[in-house]
Every structure is written in C-alpha cells, then in structure tokens.
C-alpha cells in the first residue's frame, strides 16, 4: 500500500469500530487516505503476533482516535464487548496522561444513534449521515487543518487495494479449508466499496463467483462473472485469472453445470477466440505435432475451455467435433489424463474400441491430479455418459 514516512507531518489517525461495521470504515479508512491522512486499521496494518500488544503500538503513537458508533457497536460497548470496548478504555487512559496537542480522541457516529457516554461528552463529534460526504469534509478538516482539503481518488484506490488484498486472502484461507460460504460472506461484504474501483471489483466478482460455483450455485456465478465481464478495465494491468478470456471460461464452466450444453459450447468458443494462445495454437502447424515431453507454450489457457466445449458437444450428440477438442486439449496439456480419459470414452461410443482402449492405457500411466475446475468437469462428463448409456440401453 502506499504510505508516507512515519516524519510525515500529516496527522496519523487510529480507525476504531466494531466488526459488524467493517464494510462502512473501509469506505471512511479509503475516504481519509485520500485527503492525506495517514490512517491505521486492523485489517490492513494488524500482522501477526501479539495483537493486543500491536494496538496499543498504534493508538500511543496516533495524533487521533477516531472511534466510530452504530446500534450495533453501542449495544455491544454496553454490555462491555468485543475489541472496541478495549480501544476505547486504552484512547480514554491515554487522553488522560497526554496534552490535548499530542493525543485527541474524535467520537463519529455514522448512523442515527443515541451516543449518551459522559466520558465523550468533552469532545467534538461528528455524523456520517445523513450525508456522508458532509460529514467526511468537516472530519477531514478537522484532521488536516484545511477547510477544503484536496480529495485523491488514486489514494483512495490504493488503499482499497491494500484492504481488498487482505480480504482476498482471508477469502483464499476460508475456501481453502473448505468454508466457501465464509469466503462468499468476505467477499459479498466488500464488494459495494470495491465498485468504486473497476481493478479491484472484478477480481473480487471472479472470486465470488468461482466460490458460488463450487458450492453448486452455477446460476448466481455467471451472474458474477458476467457483471465482471461489464467492469471497464485495461486487460493488461489485471491478474492473468481476471482476464475476460478467464471470466468466459468459468462461465461456460457454470453454463456446462447448469446442462445448459448449447449456451456453454458457445461461451468456452468465445472464450478460445479471444485467447491468444489458442490463436496461435490453431494458426501454427507444428503446433498440432507436439511431443509428450511438455506443454504447449499458453496450452493451460486453452485447455479447460476445450475440455467444456469437448463435453459439451459430447452431450449435444457430436462425437467428432467432441474428440477433436479432446485430442486438442491433450496437446495443450500433456501432462494430465483427463482429456484422454474423455478421449477414450467417445472412441468407444463410435466403435472404435481399438483406439479407445490405446487411449485409456496412456491415460492410466498419466497422473490423476486434477485442478478444481477440470474436477468439475469431469463430473459433468460422467453424468453425460451414464446419461447417454442408459439412452442407448433403453434404445436397445
């Protein structure tokens, strides 16, 4: 994230709120970063460690404490919990021992809510409603010491950066012990802040989406993904998995799952079109004469929308067209037995038992480590074929 040197002569401002409001201070935390003021939030600056230790670091060395109310955070600082009721208690000791000069506290409500602590009494307050922008200004020059400080929306974006990064992560952990509703819920949560700035909100949409879809919910994903694919945004500066090529082809993933097998051999078509790896693929000869000793060069771009297109053609009863994109996603990917598998099964359905059964014994010597997405897809071939078997049973 950028930031100044801890000699910069701008006030440092310590951001203190209960959790159920973190949506609403990453908007104040990015607001106050953009006038210049050198903010400190738990989610973006708390490492690892100590915690406790780290937040009484940061609010002794702040000029500001601004402590941030609801319904929500006062309910619970009655009841004398959660992390704010800590804060607070350490602002309100080291007001007492600091000059007014050094160490301020700055109460902010930032809904309609009734603020009765005589302990806040003394200090200036301030409201976030019911204009935020108002409010934000007479803050804002209160911490700067000018009447109309100068807004940079670039710091702005960088802050939301900085804080998206982190959730992003959290996001990342959650799925990885398998808790994508957590995922989802981090990442739903941010996801109004994040459209304010089209770099971070699409890869947060792709996030929202693929996690939707590994938890089955096809129809919400390529409603994320196709609102992703509406973000204005320079493709070059935006992670590889944020490309639209990327984006069409989970789509058509999701489409594949719906059974949708027309609309998904449309969308990974799309996708392969718009991908420069597979233009190259198509267009070089010798490309097609790839030797098992590694990966055609861009072939991992290519090869889970052939794999969609493949089986989706499969379903739609057009074998050949099927075991092209097979073999092609083969050559894209040598290394991985799932095209032949794919491969060996549509032999066997046009009779060519021969060729099916020289296929399924490469595959058996293949690995059998498969990434998430070529699972899902595999998933839906095997319910393809055991469709169309027990077609040909009662046909028979």
Same mark, same amino acid.
């Given at each position: ?34 006038? $210049? ?7 973006? +600056?708390?490492?690892? $460690?100590?915690?406790? =230790? ?7 060395? #702040? ?10 955070? !006062? ?14 208690? %350490?602002? /309100? ?6 000059? $007014?000069?050094?160490?301020?506290? *700055? ?12 302990? /806040? ?46 959730? !992003? ?5 959650? #799925? ?16 109004? *802040? ?11 949409? &792709? ?11 096809? &129809? ?13 945004? &320079? ?14 082809? %989970? ?6 799952? %719906?059974?949708?097998? =027309?609309?998904? @051999? ?19 000869? #010798?490309?097609? /004469? ?6 055609? @060069?861009? $072939? ?20 050949? +067209? ?9 050559? @894209?990917?040598?290394?991985? @037995? ?34 998430? =997405?070529?699972?899902?897809? /595999?998933? &839906? ?16």
């Amino acid at each position: 994230m950028t930031s100044k040197k801890e000699t910069d002569p701008q006030p440092k401002v310590f951001l203190s709120y209960a959790s159920e409001d973190y949506e609403r201070m990453l908007n104040l935390y990015a607001d106050l970063m953009a006038v $210049g003021v050198k903010t400190w939030i738990d989610r973006c +600056q708390l490492g690892p $460690g100590r915690w406790e =230790e780290s937040i009484k670091k940061a609010i002794s060395q #702040s000029r500001y404490f601004v402590v941030c109310f609801s319904n929500v955070s !006062l309910t619970k600082l009655a009841r004398k919990e959660g992390f704010q009721h800590r804060e607070l208690m %350490l602002a /309100l000791e080291l007001e007492k021992s600091k000059d $007014g000069n050094e160490f301020s506290i *700055i109460p902010v409500r930032i809904e309609d809510c009734e603020l009765k602590d005589p302990r /806040l009494a003394p200090f200036q307050q301030y409201d976030l409603f019911p204009n935020w922008n108002v409010g934000l200004k007479r803050i804002a020059a209160h911490l700067t010491g000018k009447s109309d400080p100068t807004f940079n929306i670039k710091a702005k974006y960088a802050a939301l950066e900085d804080f998206m990064t982190t959730i !992003l992560h959290e996001a990342k952990e959650a #799925s990885k012990k398998g808790d994508h509703y957590a995922a989802i819920d981090k990442l739903v949560a941010i996801r109004s *802040i994040g459209s304010e700035a089209p770099e971070i909100m699409r890869p947060i949409l &792709v996030a929202t989406g693929w996690k939707r879809a590994l938890l089955g919910h096809h &129809v919400e994903a390529i409603s994320d993904y196709d609102r992703a694919l509406d973000v204005s945004i &320079v493709e070059d500066v935006v992670a590889e998995n944020c490309k639209k090529p990327r984006i069409i082809e %989970l789509k058509a993933l999701s489409l594949l799952s %719906l059974g949708q097998h =027309e609309d998904a @051999a449309k969308t990974a078509t799309k996708g392969l079109r718009s991908n420069d790896a597979y233009q190259m693929f198509m267009n070089d000869a #010798s490309s097609r /004469l790839l030797s098992l000793s590694g990966p055609f @060069a861009g $072939g991992d771009s290519i090869f889970l929308p052939l794999m969609i297109r493949g089986v989706a053609l499969f379903a739609l009863g057009k074998d050949n +067209q099927a075991q092209e994109d097979f073999q092609r996603a083969f050559q @894209a990917n040598p290394m991985t @037995a799932s095209p032949l598998m794919c491969l060996s099964t549509v032999l066997a359905f046009q009779g060519q038992l021969e060729k099916a059964e020289r296929a399924f014994n490469l595959a058996n010597r293949m690995t059998k480590k498969e990434t998430q =997405e070529t699972d899902m897809v /595999l998933r &839906v071939f095997m319910k393809v074929m055991n469709e169309r078997k027990a077609t040909r049973v009662h046909g028979s």
